[in-house]
């Protein structure tokens, strides 16, 4: 093992873990050392497959060999699991959202900076490769100033099997948390400007799945960009037809299973739809994650940026380049792993060797995007983000 690598313990063995997990096991400088985990079966499971200790809470876990954590449990859980580990001494990379609410992403940064170590948000679609090469094409200067920004993702996310608190929106659930963070942090990414304001309607249309399902919402940024994000999670139209039917997670998809996820989730008994979800957690089958890796690069739908020369439409395949007078497409070689570049970050991040773009700032900022949105849809106000965070950053002094 490099004597640079990072001892990495998990916190929650579930959905997330398995879709980071090949980069993880993969990265040079990564070794997979402890993981916490309430379930016996996938503890079980882990200290089979790594060799490594598991433990039943959070405390036995920081406390043992280990330089960081990875947190991928449900969302309210993410703010007083990551300052505990930030307190213990550990570099921490949470998933998103960073929280479910501004003060606790505040208190997560505070905690990330009294202890001198990296708070990264992640994996987010803003680490996806596409989005990365297309936002250093457009901070070179080449195509002029961005004008605007259209993103739209139409997609099953609120028939998919969930537990409670996934559809319970005081908890984090819905779409707004869930997937409003990926498409604002890919725009923010783009544009590299800090959101002034957030206009946004969100809709609840299921009383049977009782959170937010979609929305439609307007950005603007510093020097007068603006994006314009449409969501549904209702499962009806599917926008992966308008990426050559690649899925969100880069791999091909049968447009005939139109209507599957409905009519699975109809064929589920209530109760047991939280065990449907715990099923697709690492360790349920007693199998690890050993697929190939995907093909295509992850994405978030329909992105096109337009700037005052050119207009950038992303796909899971590259970018293509619409300008004056000629169209180019830039391809971009397929991923070697899954979410390799978040590791990258947080690695080299917690090492020293780079100044991450996804740390506790960025995250702060993004929570605010999603609390102004569904602030802006309830007052029916325009919401500045950063109104937001003075107002907290003052509460907490106060």
């Known amino acids: ?58 405390e036995g876990l920081l406390a043992a060999d280990i330089d960081a954590v990875y947190i991928a449990t449900p969302h309210e859980l993410h703010a007083t699991q990551a300052i505990a580990a930030l307190g213990a001494g550990k570099h921490v990379l949470v998933e998103k959202p960073m929280a479910i609410s501004v003060a606790e992403c505040v208190a997560m940064e505070a905690a990330a900076r009294r202890a001198g170590k990296l708070l990264l948000v992640g994996p987010s679609h803003g680490f996806d490769a596409p989005v990365r090469r297309a936002a250093e094409l457009i901070a070179s200067g080449g195509f002029g100033a961005v004008r605007q920004l259209t993103a739209m993702n139409f997609t099953d996310f609120m028939y998919r099997p969930r537990r409670p608190e996934e559809l319970d929106s005081a908890r984090g659930g819905g779409v707004v948390y869930s997937q409003a963070a990926h498409q604002i942090d890919v725009a923010r990414r783009l544009v590299g400007r800090d959101v002034t304001f957030v206009r946004a309607v969100a809709g609840n249309w299921d009383s049977s799945r009782p959170s937010e399902g979609a929305y439609a919402a307007m950005m603007g940024f510093e020097g007068g960009a603006v994006a314009s ?57 007693g199998a690890s994650t050993s697929e190939p890796p995907a093909p295509y690069h992850e994405h978030f739908g329909f992105v096109l940026v337009s700037c005052e020369r050119a207009d950038l439409k992303l796909s899971p395949q590259g970018i293509t380049l619409y300008g004056d007078e000629h169209r180019e497409f830039l391809a971009i070689d397929p991923p070697s792993l899954p979410r ?47 109104a ?11």
């Open 340 to 386: 390799v570049e978040v590791i990258d970050e947080f690695v080299e991040g917690a090492l020293g060797l780079v100044q991450p773009i996804h740390d506790g700032r960025w995250g702060v900022k993004t929570v605010a995007c999603c609390a102004a949105l569904l602030e802006s849809s309830r007052t029916g106000s325009e919401i500045a983000p950063t």
């Open 1 to 58: 093992m490099n004597k640079k690598a990072l001892r990495i313990g998990i916190v929650g063995l579930g959905r997330g873990f398995m879709l980071t997990l090949p980069a993880l096991r993969a990265h040079p400088r990564v070794e997979i050392a402890a993981a916490f985990d309430l379930r016996a079966s996938p503890r079980a499971q882990f200290t089979r497959e790594f060799g490594a200790k598991s433990y039943e809470s959070l």
């Open 229 to 285: 994000l449409t969501y549904s999670g209702y499962a009806h139209y599917d926008s992966d037809e308008l990426v050559n039917w690649i899925s969100e997670l880069g791999r091909e998809k049968d447009p005939e299973q139109y209507g599957d996820t409905r009519r699975a989730l109809r064929n589920l008994e209530p109760a047991t739809e939280s065990a449907a979800k715990i099923r697709r957690a690492y360790g349920e089958d």
């Open 388 to 398: 937001m965070i003075i107002d907290t950053l003052e509460a907490v002094s106060v």
